[in-house]
Structures are given as structure tokens and as C-alpha cells.
């Protein structure tokens, strides 16, 4: 670990030097200023506060309906300088003049005029004319000048009342020159521009270059030899796991938390699990209405939703509280856990999480609040927007204030579960799988502030550095192995394993999992203005993060052998069939879906298509969601009256929700991103994000193809609700108790 980490920051230092330079002025060689460095950086904020990464995406970051705003500047610029070239004839030129033609374009966009002495970027007055031509498409857009304009903002399911002023988008325009100027500028002294010419563009020369390729294939060589020695070991090792797994006083002939104290503390944790239920229906409605906008673009069935929340604030929060509530779930559990790791109640731990609680509803009304202000134009563009309104990065939109504040929250939960476990640490014997869980409880509480090490003003290459730690290391990774260590001990409490056994099987798993999912991270980063060698490491770890989730079939056979064993483990039947479905989503979003778009070939002509949402939809709630409702099955075990269960509602909302995801992913989501590829491939990138492709008729048959799985999700996601309100409040009987339970 210490390897992969000090090898992605070293690699993390090199961006930092090799970023793409924001130049002091952008010139025409007859001396006209097109931009400052100025207009660059608040053109930026303006992108931020319109939602950033949430209306449309840069470098490929960001949100579907909308263009990639720096692949769409790029070619629009390359057929305006076309046009300038050729004065207006080309289209009717002989095909040697179109080549001449050609050639002298992708010299014009490809040479490097950044004069590091000056740091001014000098064009020629043609390029200048057709920059101008190419800012004038987009301020008409962003200030809704014609009814041309308005219509186009329909298809791009832009707020129609919310347009930005005269001098806010001419800034705007700069940031957008800027980054597609970085992805045609060839590097100094290399062939290949600051993005590894991405994005697809034939007119301007960009296309996969040779590194590409060859890291591509690599990385399919270290995935087939990965698995093949990974199966080797398991098929070597899987008899003596099997023979030791049992524990040393035999499997539990009874439910061994039957009986266990529910302290105040933990049964504080209840209202945790309530807002995890609200959150959880919150979010899916609102990827109804955001999946639906790709339709209408401003409204839903009719009704004028975009007036009041436009695609880019149902998109915000629908990212944002997947994030919060499978969050919240794990975490909850952590609470919930703890004093039953460590046998007692330390003082004052329910007080603190109680405060916990209280903090974590203010971050979310206040950041939602800030979000819906900042995208609506009621937030000043600048400090006030990036503190308490849209930060503009996804899954990070939240105003740094909020992100702080929940850093603190999340350094007080670290403390209240070590609090918890601390008496466990103690004990001689059986500690290593209660460290292990420790340790997972600090890495969370520490790396959600990677996301504080990029600032208002940082360079976009930086910000992706470090965002990417946060969505990649910090959920994707982390987590995971929280969820792992802690599923696991409750297991050896439960007197289900061998405590070393367990032990030994998480730290083998968080071993393979981080040793490729820490350098992984860079295959997010390959695109983002970052040096070549990014590719090289990217390609072959995310390939290695695959390799273990092709042995989940020895996993579920593993499992199968410790539940259901007695008749006990029936009540708990559904948490162990979510954990289950966890394995099965592992396999098909992160693994399948996952080095589908991995590999640096594939995610040129993929990055930010539906590809992406198919992979982030599989693996997000189909992994870490399904983990977070099984968590959340297993705490109310003991938060509520077992014999009141319903398990004809679990059953309903499993099968639901599974069913529902699948047929989301294969009917819809999946054929789109192969048809935007296709787009991608034969055409060019611009094209496969444009509203020409995106309405087109067989896009729109797509969209609506996720109707029918989306009403089975909703059926889950209703019947889940439904036990869980039942569940809180219904009556409790165990020991006579007449009263619901206190959610205090």
C-alpha cells in the first residue's frame, strides 16, 4: 500500500508540472486580445455555478444531454476555421483542394503557439475570426438570444429562466476555447496533445495514438494473467479455507445476537436508517425525472418541472444522495456496530450520535438548498457560489463549507466507532479482524479530505487529481473494504467463521482489491490533460482490479457453506440474499461493465457516453447499494420486532429491485452507449454527444425502453419503504413492549 499510494502521488505531482497552461492572454498576431487569463479562470466559476459537470461535461466529465462542451467548441471551431480557409467553398471543391484544405487546418489547431516567456497562446486572424464565430454559437446559447437559441436550450434540457448575462458568458466562452484548445495544442515536444488527443476529432488530427493501443492490449494480458493466477491460488488454497472455516467450538446452533443489548446509542442509530429510506425513494424519483428530461428536456409528461427544477438540479441531487444514503447506511451501520464489537456503551455516545444526526441533516437541506440557489441564478458567481452553492464537480457538487462541514462530521463518526471498538482492541486474542475494521473506520474519516486539497481557483486537471480520490478511492475502495471488515466480523460474532479465517480472507481481499484499485484510479484520468504515463499505470491496474471479481463464485460457494445452516439464520434470510446479489453486481457493473470502458482504446470513443452511466449504475447501487440496503436489513434485526417482519414485502423489493436494474441497464442504458460509440468511432466524438444523436428516433426508443424497468425498481424501492415504516413504527411485542420504538 505504501508503493501504490506514494506511486500515485508521485504521478500526481507530475500532473501538477504538466497540466495543460492557462495562458496570461490569448492573441491574434495583428495584436487583438481574444482572452485573458482572467476571462479563462472566471469563466470556470461561471461553468461551475450553471451546475459544471452536471449540465453537459468537460474532457468527458460530467452529465449526457448536454455536449461535451470541449469536444463540441472543438469541432464547431475546426469547421468555422474550415469555412475561413477555403472562404466558404469547400464543400465544393475539388478533393485535392479539400485536402490541402485539411492539412493546413490540423496544422493551424495542432501547433503550440503558448509562448512560455510571455504565456500568451497566439493565433493567426483567421483562427481569431472563427473563435469569434464559434463564441457567438455560444453566448446566443447561454444567454437565450433567439428562439433558435431557446430550442436548442430545450434539446439540452438547460433552465429556460436562468441565462447568464452578456459579460458571464463571454467569460464562459474562454474556458471553453481554453479546454478545447488543450485537447488539439500537440504537447511541447511530443505528437500528441495535452489530452492524448482526446477528444475524436478527425478534421483536427485527433485520433488513438500509438500508446493507446499498446497499453490497451497490456492491460488485457494482465487481466487474462491475473485471473489466471488468482484461480490457480483459490483452486490451491480453497480446501483448507473450506476445512478452517468453521469455528473452533463449531458452527452457532442459535442466534447469538438474540440476545444482545441494544444499547441507547444503537438504538439512536434507528432514525439513521429512516433518512436512509427517505433519501433512497428521494433519489430514484428524482432519476425518473432526470432520465425523462433526455425526452421532453423540460418537463415531465406535461407538467413545466424544468421552471422550477431543471435537469441540472434533479441531476445534482440524484448523483448526490445515491452518494448520501448508501453513505449513510454504512455508516449508521458502523454506529450500530460498534458497542456490539466492544461489549459496552461508552459515555455520552449516544449524545454524539445524535449530533451526528442532526449535522448530517443541515449538510443535506443546506447543500441542496445552496445547489438549487446557485443553478437558478440567485447565488453570486465566485466565492459565494463555491462555498455555499454548486461547486460544479460531480459526486463533489456541494459548496466547500458543506464539504467541510461533513469532513467533521465524518472525523467525529471515526471517533464515536473507535470509541465503540476500542474495548475489543484491548482483548487478547481474535483482535486482528477488529483492527482491520478499525483501520477501514479511520481511511474513511481521513480521505474524504483529499476532496479539500484543490481550492476555488484550481487548474481543472488538479481538481480531477483529487476528486478522483474521493469518488474512486473514498467510495469505490474504502468502503469496500469497511463494508467487507465489518460484514465479516459481525459473521464471527454471529458464530458463523473462524475469527482467523475471516481475518485472513479480509486482509487478502483489501490486499488484491487496493493493490489495483489505487493506481486504478488513473484510468479516470487518462483524458484530463495528464502526462502520458497516467495511460500506462491506469490500463494496467484498473484491469487489475477486475481479477477478483472473477472468482465470486468460489466467494458465494464459500458463503453458501455458513448460511442457512440452522434454522436460526431464516430471520436472517433477506440481508444474506442482498449480500449475495452484491457478489452477482460486483461481477457484472464493476467487472463486466467496468473493463468494458476501462481499457484506454475503449474509453476514448466511450468516456462520458451512456457506457459510463451503464457501468455507474450496475456497480453503484447494484454493488455499494444493495450492500447498504443488506446492512441496513441486518441493524434492523435488532431495532425492531423480527416476528413483524414482512417477508413477503423483502421478497417483493429483491426481486424488484434486481429485475428492475437489469432490464434498466440491458434494455436501455447499455444499447445507447453502443450507439453513441458507434457515433463516436465512424463520425466523431461531437457527434455522439449531440442533440442530432441524443433525439434522434432510436435514442428515444432507448430512453423509453428504461420505462418498464424502471417501474419494477419503483415496486422495490416502494415495497422496501414500506417495511421499513412498518418496521420503525410498527408495534414491537418482544418483551411486552406496547410503544414505537424511540427514534431518539
Same mark, same amino acid.
Given at each position: 500500500?505504501?508503493?501504490?499510494?506514494?506511486?500515485?502521488?508521485?504521478?500526481?505531482?507530475?500532473?501538477?508540472?504538466?497540466?495543460?497552461?492557462?495562458?496570461?492572454? !490569448?492573441?491574434?498576431?495583428?495584436?487583438?486580445?481574444?482572452?485573458?487569463?482572467?476571462?479563462?479562470?472566471?469563466?470556470?466559476?461561471?461553468?461551475?455555478?450553471?451546475?459544471?459537470?452536471?449540465?453537459?461535461?468537460?474532457?468527458?466529465?460530467?452529465?449526457?444531454?448536454?455536449?461535451?462542451?470541449?469536444?463540441?467548441?472543438?469541432?464547431?471551431?475546426?469547421?468555422?476555421?474550415?469555412?475561413?480557409?477555403?472562404?466558404?467553398?469547400?464543400?465544393?471543391?475539388?478533393?485535392?483542394?479539400?485536402?490541402?484544405?485539411?492539412?493546413?487546418?490540423?496544422?493551424?489547431?495542432?501547433?503550440?503557439?503558448?509562448?512560455?516567456?510571455?504565456?500568451?497562446?497566439?493565433?493567426?486572424?483567421?483562427?481569431?475570426?472563427?473563435?469569434?464565430?464559434?463564441?457567438?454559437?455560444?453566448?446566443?446559447?447561454?444567454?437565450?438570444?433567439?428562439?433558435?437559441?431557446?430550442?436548442?436550450?430545450?434539446?439540452?434540457?438547460?433552465?429556460?429562466?436562468?441565462?447568464?448575462?452578456?459579460?458571464?458568458?463571454?467569460?464562459?466562452?474562454?474556458?471553453?476555447?481554453?479546454?478545447?484548445?488543450?485537447?488539439?495544442?500537440?504537447?511541447?515536444?511530443?505528437?500528441?496533445?495535452?489530452?492524448?488527443?482526446?477528444?475524436?476529432?478527425?478534421?483536427?488530427?485527433?485520433?488513438?495514438?500509438?500508446?493507446?493501443?499498446?497499453?490497451?492490449?497490456?492491460?488485457?494480458?494482465?487481466?487474462?494473467?491475473?485471473?489466471?493466477?488468482?484461480?490457480?491460488?483459490?483452486?490451491?488454497?480453497?480446501?483448507?479455507?473450506?476445512?478452517?472455516?468453521?469455528?473452533?467450538?463449531?458452527?452457532?446452533?442459535?442466534?447469538?445476537?438474540?440476545?444482545?443489548?441494544?444499547?441507547?446509542?444503537?438504538?439512536?442509530?434507528?432514525?439513521?436508517?429512516?433518512?436512509?429510506?427517505?433519501?433512497?425513494?428521494?433519489?430514484?424519483?428524482?432519476?425518473?425525472?432526470?432520465?425523462?428530461?433526455?425526452?421532453?428536456?423540460?418537463?415531465?409528461?406535461?407538467?413545466?418541472?424544468?421552471?422550477?427544477?431543471?435537469?441540472?438540479?434533479?441531476?445534482?441531487?440524484?448523483?448526490?444522495?445515491?452518494?448520501?444514503?448508501?453513505?449513510?447506511?454504512?455508516?449508521?451501520?458502523?454506529?450500530?456496530?460498534?458497542?456490539?464489537?466492544?461489549?459496552?456503551?461508552?459515555?455520552?455516545?449516544?449524545?454524539?450520535?445524535?449530533?451526528?444526526?442532526?449535522?448530517?441533516?443541515?449538510?443535506?437541506?443546506?447543500?441542496?438548498?445552496?445547489?438549487?440557489?446557485?443553478?437558478?441564478?440567485?447565488?453570486?458567481?465566485?466565492?459565494?457560489?463555491?462555498?455555499?452553492?454548486?461547486?460544479?464537480?460531480?459526486?463533489?457538487?456541494?459548496?466547500?463549507?458543506?464539504?467541510?462541514?461533513?469532513?467533521?462530521?465524518?472525523?467525529?463518526?471515526?471517533?464515536?466507532?473507535?470509541?465503540? !471498538?476500542?474495548?475489543?482492541?484491548?482483548?487478547?486474542?481474535?483482535?486482528?479482524?477488529?483492527?482491520?475494521?478499525?483501520?477501514?473506520?479511520?481511511?474513511?474519516?481521513?480521505?474524504?479530505?483529499?476532496?479539500?486539497?484543490?481550492?476555488?481557483?484550481?487548474?481543472?486537471?488538479?481538481?480531477?487529481?483529487?476528486?478522483?480520490?474521493?469518488?474512486?478511492?473514498?467510495?469505490?475502495?474504502?468502503?469496500?473494504?469497511?463494508?467487507?471488515?465489518?460484514?465479516?466480523?459481525?459473521?464471527?460474532?454471529?458464530?458463523?467463521?473462524?475469527?482467523?479465517?475471516?481475518?485472513?480472507?479480509?486482509?487478502?481481499?483489501?490486499?488484491?482489491?487496493?493493490?489495483?484499485?489505487?493506481?486504478?484510479?488513473?484510468?479516470?484520468?487518462?483524458?484530463?490533460?495528464?502526462?502520458?504515463?497516467?495511460?500506462?499505470?491506469?490500463?494496467?491496474?484498473?484491469?487489475?482490479?477486475?481479477?477478483?471479481?472473477?472468482?465470486?463464485?468460489?466467494?458465494?460457494?464459500?458463503?453458501?457453506?455458513?448460511?442457512?445452516?440452522?434454522?436460526?439464520?431464516?430471520?436472517?434470510?433477506?440481508?444474506?440474499?442482498?449480500?449475495?446479489?452484491?457478489?452477482?453486481?460486483?461481477?457484472?457493473?464493476?467487472?463486466?461493465?467496468?473493463?468494458?470502458?476501462?481499457?484506454?482504446?475503449?474509453?476514448?470513443?466511450?468516456?462520458?457516453?451512456?457506457?459510463?452511466?451503464?457501468?455507474?449504475?450496475?456497480?453503484?447501487?447494484?454493488?455499494?447499494?444493495?450492500?447498504?440496503?443488506?446492512?441496513?436489513?441486518?441493524?434492523?434485526?435488532?431495532?425492531?420486532?423480527?416476528?413483524?417482519?414482512?417477508?413477503?414485502?423483502?421478497?417483493?423489493?429483491?426481486?424488484?429491485?434486481?429485475?428492475?436494474?437489469?432490464?434498466?441497464?440491458?434494455?436501455?442504458?447499455?444499447?445507447?452507449?453502443?450507439?453513441?460509440?458507434?457515433?463516436?468511432?465512424?463520425?466523431?466524438?461531437?457527434?455522439?454527444?449531440?442533440?442530432?444523436?441524443?433525439?434522434?428516433?432510436?435514442?428515444?426508443?432507448?430512453?423509453?425502453?428504461?420505462?418498464?424497468?424502471?417501474?419494477?425498481?419503483?415496486?422495490?424501492?416502494?415495497?422496501?419503504?414500506?417495511?421499513?415504516?412498518?418496521?420503525?413504527?410498527?408495534?414491537?411485542?418482544?418483551?411486552?413492549?406496547?410503544?414505537?420504538?424511540?427514534?431518539?
Amino acid at each position: 500500500m505504501a508503493i501504490m499510494f506514494g506511486t500515485l502521488l508521485y504521478f500526481g505531482a507530475q500532473i501538477y508540472h504538466s497540466k495543460p497552461p492557462i495562458p496570461s492572454a !490569448v492573441r491574434t498576431v495583428s495584436g487583438q486580445t481574444l482572452y485573458t487569463s482572467e476571462d479563462i479562470q472566471r469563466g470556470q466559476a461561471v461553468w461551475q455555478s450553471t451546475g459544471g459537470m452536471q449540465q453537459g461535461s468537460i474532457w468527458g466529465h460530467g452529465s449526457y444531454v448536454a455536449p461535451d462542451w470541449s469536444a463540441d467548441w472543438l469541432h464547431r471551431e475546426a469547421v468555422a476555421l474550415r469555412g475561413q480557409l477555403s472562404n466558404g467553398r469547400y464543400e465544393t471543391m475539388p478533393e485535392p483542394d479539400q485536402a490541402r484544405i485539411g492539412a493546413i487546418l490540423k496544422r493551424e489547431m495542432r501547433t503550440n503557439s503558448f509562448d512560455p516567456q510571455t504565456s500568451v497562446i497566439l493565433v493567426s486572424d483567421q483562427r481569431a475570426a472563427a473563435i469569434s464565430a464559434t463564441a457567438d454559437h455560444f453566448e446566443g446559447l447561454f444567454t437565450n438570444r433567439t428562439p433558435a437559441d431557446q430550442h436548442l436550450r430545450e434539446l439540452y434540457a438547460m433552465p429556460q429562466n436562468a441565462a447568464l448575462s452578456a459579460d458571464e458568458a463571454h467569460a464562459l466562452t474562454g474556458f471553453f476555447f481554453w479546454t478545447s484548445w488543450a485537447a488539439a495544442a500537440q504537447r511541447p515536444g511530443e505528437a500528441i496533445s495535452y489530452t492524448s488527443n482526446w477528444p475524436h476529432e478527425p478534421l483536427v488530427g485527433n485520433a488513438p495514438t500509438g500508446a493507446i493501443f499498446l497499453w490497451t492490449f497490456v492491460s488485457i494480458f494482465v487481466l487474462l494473467a491475473g485471473i489466471g493466477g488468482l484461480v490457480w491460488y483459490y483452486a490451491r488454497e480453497f480446501d483448507v479455507w473450506r476445512r478452517d472455516i468453521e469455528p473452533l467450538d463449531g458452527f452457532a446452533t442459535t442466534d447469538l445476537f438474540e440476545g444482545a443489548v441494544i444499547t441507547p446509542s444503537m438504538r439512536a442509530t434507528a432514525k439513521y436508517f429512516f433518512v436512509v429510506t427517505a433519501m433512497f425513494f428521494a433519489q430514484v424519483l428524482l432519476g425518473i425525472v432526470t432520465a425523462h428530461y433526455a425526452v421532453e428536456g423540460q418537463g415531465l409528461y406535461g407538467l413545466p418541472m424544468a421552471e422550477y427544477f431543471p435537469y441540472a438540479v434533479t441531476r445534482t441531487w440524484h448523483t448526490q444522495l445515491a452518494i448520501l444514503w448508501i453513505a449513510t447506511a454504512w455508516l449508521a451501520t458502523g454506529l450500530y456496530v460498534a458497542p456490539l464489537l466492544g461489549g459496552r456503551e461508552p459515555r455520552f455516545q449516544r449524545l454524539g450520535v445524535n449530533f451526528l444526526f442532526i449535522s448530517l441533516l443541515v449538510i443535506v437541506v443546506g447543500s441542496f438548498a445552496g445547489e438549487w440557489m446557485a443553478i437558478n441564478r440567485h447565488l453570486a458567481v465566485g466565492t459565494i457560489n463555491f462555498w455555499f452553492g454548486h461547486q460544479g464537480y460531480e459526486y463533489l457538487d456541494l459548496g466547500r463549507f458543506w464539504q467541510f462541514y461533513l469532513f467533521v462530521g465524518l472525523l467525529l463518526w471515526t471517533a464515536l466507532v473507535l470509541r465503540g !471498538v476500542w474495548p475489543a482492541l484491548r482483548e487478547k486474542g481474535g483482535r486482528s479482524l477488529v483492527f482491520l475494521v478499525a483501520i477501514a473506520t479511520v481511511s474513511i474519516g481521513l480521505l474524504f479530505g483529499t476532496g479539500l486539497f484543490y481550492g476555488q481557483h484550481a487548474h481543472i486537471s488538479v481538481m480531477e487529481y483529487w476528486r478522483w480520490w474521493v469518488v474512486h478511492l473514498w467510495v469505490e475502495g474504502i468502503f469496500e473494504v469497511f463494508a467487507t471488515a465489518i460484514v465479516s466480523a459481525l459473521f464471527v460474532k454471529m458464530g458463523l467463521v473462524r475469527a482467523s479465517v475471516a481475518a485472513t480472507s479480509v486482509l487478502l481481499a483489501t490486499i488484491i482489491f487496493l493493490a489495483g484499485g489505487v493506481l486504478g484510479t488513473f484510468h479516470h484520468l487518462y483524458f484530463a490533460g495528464t502526462p502520458t504515463a497516467v495511460i500506462a499505470l491506469g490500463a494496467v491496474f484498473s484491469a487489475l482490479e477486475v481479477v477478483p471479481l472473477m472468482v465470486v463464485g468460489f466467494e458465494a460457494y464459500n458463503r453458501a457453506k455458513f448460511e442457512y445452516r440452522h434454522d436460526w439464520q431464516e430471520a436472517y434470510r433477506w440481508p444474506f440474499a442482498f449480500f449475495s446479489a452484491v457478489l452477482v453486481w460486483n461481477l457484472i457493473g464493476a467487472g463486466l461493465f467496468g473493463f468494458f470502458i476501462n481499457p484506454p482504446l475503449a474509453l476514448y470513443y466511450m468516456q462520458g457516453l451512456n457506457t459510463t452511466a451503464t457501468h455507474a449504475h450496475a456497480a453503484l447501487f447494484g454493488v455499494y447499494g444493495m450492500l447498504g440496503i443488506g446492512l441496513t436489513l441486518f441493524c434492523m434485526r435488532g431495532l425492531s420486532d423480527p416476528s413483524r417482519w414482512s417477508n413477503r414485502l423483502l421478497k417483493t423489493s429483491f426481486w424488484c429491485l434486481n429485475i428492475g436494474l437489469a432490464m434498466m441497464v440491458f434494455l436501455s442504458l447499455f444499447p445507447q452507449g453502443l450507439f453513441q460509440t458507434y457515433q463516436s468511432f465512424t463520425r466523431d466524438y461531437a457527434y455522439a454527444r449531440s442533440a442530432e444523436v441524443i433525439h434522434s428516433p432510436l435514442m428515444q426508443a432507448l430512453v423509453w425502453m428504461r420505462v418498464p424497468g424502471d417501474l419494477v425498481f419503483t415496486v422495490g424501492v416502494v415495497a422496501f419503504t414500506i417495511f421499513m415504516m412498518r418496521a420503525l413504527f410498527g408495534r414491537d411485542r418482544r418483551n411486552d413492549l406496547t410503544a414505537v420504538p424511540d427514534l431518539a
